[in-house]
């Protein structure tokens, strides 16, 4: 699914920004789309009862670093899942 790109935007701008922790560059990107991150099971794939996180992902454009944000926290998903 993907997040509203101006709430986004508007998110990035007031609560992020700065240097990448890693080379110190102040470019980063962005992609709407909400990503998945799951409980780790000893290495078998487990659908449903388990724990997901959605996450936020922005991109360094210099060395590739990714910052991971939950969107839920930032008010940007619902925990329902629509963007809000
Ligand atoms: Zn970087």
Request: charged share 15%; aromatic share 6%; with cysteine.
């Amino acid at each position: 699914m993907k997040l509203d790109d101006a709430k986004v935007r508007t998110y990035l701008t007031s609560k992020l920004g700065g240097a990448c922790g890693s080379c110190g560059a102040k470019n980063w990107t962005y992609d709407t789309a909400v990503y998945e991150l799951r409980e780790f099971h000893g290495g078998n794939m487990v659908i449903g009862g388990s724990g997901i996180l959605p996450l936020l992902t922005i991109t360094c454009t210099n060395c590739g670093t990714i910052r991971m944000i939950n969107p839920i926290a930032a008010g940007l998903l619902s925990t329902s899942g629509e963007a809000t």
